[in-house]
């Protein structure tokens, strides 16, 4: 499927990859949220959903891989959620998030690069387990993985406002509430990612964030959204 629809192939056996895959399928997200029980997401849908973005992204902003390395943002893409075939989705809706979140972290790193150890080939082991390392924890001078980050909460985003927090019966506190936290997530790699490129790279994301906070607006925002877009320039700098 990714190869078919993203033209992208992970430099590994087919047999691994299937297995990967597989256990990415098993990996339940935002367990324990507010939704439907006949919705779910797994971190392949999450994967595949991402790659998607990816090329929004791009379709909003063409001049964003003439700067930063595309095929480093799908492999990073490819593995950032290795860790969480054995340790699971850390949902921010626990209670202990803020608590239990670095220790979470810091096993869930380790348990990614267990699994690598799969990797037949050397090299491509090393840098499999370099690039989780750098999408885990992006730094403010790393391109790659802060559009990695950024695509990573682009969908969850996407899929949270329509099937998890959707606004509709919600509170205005409440919704307030949930659009802050979403605009902290989206902008915590933004704004470091905005200073790393060109000005048209920079008015390309500008404007694909705009078009995600007016489509937020469909599920019960549209307060909270028309808000932020009147600030956004303001929001980013």
């Given amino acids: 499927m990714l190869e078919r629809d993203f033209g992208y192939r992970p430099p590994i056996s087919k047999d691994l ?3 990967y895959e597989t256990a990415l399928d098993q990996v339940l997200r935002w367990r324990n949220g507010n939704w439907d029980d006949a919705i779910h997401e797994t971190n392949w849908h999450h994967v595949i959903d991402m790659f998607r973005v990816l090329e ?4 909003s902003c063409p001049t964003i891989f003439f700067e930063i390395d595309r095929k480093t943002v799908q492999h990073m893409i490819f593995v950032h959620d290795a860790g969480e075939i054995i340790k699971g989705d850390l949902t921010h809706n ?14 869930e790193l380790t348990a990614g690069k267990w699994l690598m150890r799969k990797i037949e080939d050397r090299y491509i082991r090393t840098q499999a387990m370099k690039l989780y390392e750098r999408c885990m924890s ?29 606004g509709k019966g919600m509170t205005r506190a409440n919704r307030e509430m949930q659009f802050n936290h979403t ?39 549209k307060r909270e959204a028309a808000l932020y877009i009147k600030k956004l320039s303001f929001i980013l700098q």
Avoid: C
Wanted: glycine share 6%.
């Fill in 17 to 19: 990859q299937r297995q």
């Fill in 183 to 221: 605009m902290q997530l989206l902008t915590k790699p933004a704004k470091p990612l905005l200073k790393l490129v060109s000005p048209d790279t920079q008015e390309g994301l500008k404007s694909f964030l705009a078009e995600e906070l007016e489509r937020f607006s469909q599920y019960g925002y």
């Fill in 56 to 59: 929004d992204i791009n379709k």
């Fill in 94 to 107: 626990r209670s202990d998030y803020g608590f239990v979140y670095d220790e979470w972290k810091r096993k």
């Fill in 138 to 166: 992006p730094q403010p001078e790393d391109k790659e993985a802060l559009l990695t980050d950024f695509t990573d909460k682009v969908q969850g985003s996407r899929f949270g406002f329509r099937n998890v927090f959707h």
